[in-house]
């Protein structure tokens, strides 16, 4: 009977080999399938490996949707859930498990989005029936590690047409993001003026969020580092975005900006000339610590 390692259980199920150590290390609580040996490992110390299909039958029983009592859940197909609630629903110990998907684009995009003006806080919901679905053809289910094709991602695609609709997860993805939380975060602060307001908010009568993919795009675009401008020759003194700044002191982006300043290593920007929003510094302000950061300080 085949055996699997935590890299190769990982690769299966969408978890780190960290992650399966860590199921594996409560399996007293959680019924994880006990290692039937070990193996020559690339460190130190030989891994563990496990009967695969003991391993898939485990993952195929949490991963059924079930009540405390171990009854199936009945709910209406078209109920509306939380991330939290989904995952319970599919039988994950971690409240935040289908949270993190959605984050690295793994999730289907919700059924309906409210957004706070006040935090810029999202609060998302996924009908029961798509998520019933989701968790029965999720990409990435049954693969092993080494294999040739690839499992696309629930919720993005490589291409598709300017006029498209896409949700945060694929636009996170065209923009470079880290994922649909960093997405959020730089769209609150300002940081995305082309997708604010988005070209949907209502589907099927419920609120959501939605950008043409061509905006999207061009925004991306916008967001490419450029050339790194010369720091010779100050010129006139206008005032630069956090944008504009980067683009002067070698950052890729205006959020790589904003860090360092909040790190205290670009003193000379940490009061903003124009405090705004956005906040703006002048020219000859950025130069000057253009040069300390060279380290030809004069």
Do not use: C
């Amino acid at each position: 009977m085949p055996r699997v390692d935590a890299d190769e259980i990982g690769a299966a199920h969408q978890l780190t080999a960290k992650q399966v150590r860590s199921l594996y290390a409560a399996r007293k609580s959680n019924g994880f399938p006990e290692a039937k040996g070990t193996r020559p490992g690339a460190g130190k110390r030989p891994q563990s490996e496990w009967e695969e299909a003991e391993v898939d039958a485990w993952f195929a029983r949490r991963r059924k949707p079930a009540s405390a009592s171990g009854r199936a859940v009945q709910r209406d197909p078209g109920e509306l859930l939380t991330a939290a609630e989904a995952s319970r629903r599919l039988g994950y110990k971690n409240p935040a498990q289908l949270k993190t998907y959605f984050d690295k684009g793994s999730f289907i995009d919700p059924d309906e989005e409210v957004e706070s003006p006040e935090s810029g806080r999202v609060r998302r919901r996924w009908r029961a029936d798509r998520v019933d679905a989701w968790n029965e053809n999720r990409p990435g289910q049954g693969r092993r590690a080494g294999s040739s094709a690839r499992q696309p991602s629930a919720t993005t695609t490589a291409t598709g047409a300017p006029e498209d609709l896409v949700g945060a997860a694929e636009a996170s993805r065209i923009l470079g993001l880290g994922g649909v939380s960093s997405f959020d975060t730089t769209l609150y602060k300002g940081d995305l003026p082309l997708l604010t307001p988005p070209a949907s908010t209502r589907l099927n009568g419920r609120r959501v969020r939605r950008w043409r993919r061509s905006v999207v795009e061009e925004q991306a675009e916008q967001r490419r580092p450029r050339p790194q401008p010369s720091v010779e020759g100050e010129g006139d003194n206008p005032l630069l975005t956090a944008e504009e700044a980067a683009l002067l002191l070698g950052y890729a982006n205006a959020k790589s900006l904003r860090t360092m300043i909040a790190r205290g290593a670009l003193p000379h920007l940490a009061r903003p000339d124009d405090p705004g929003p956005p906040a703006r510094w002048k020219k000859a302000v950025v130069l000057a610590q253009a040069r300390a950061k060279a380290g030809h300080v004069g």
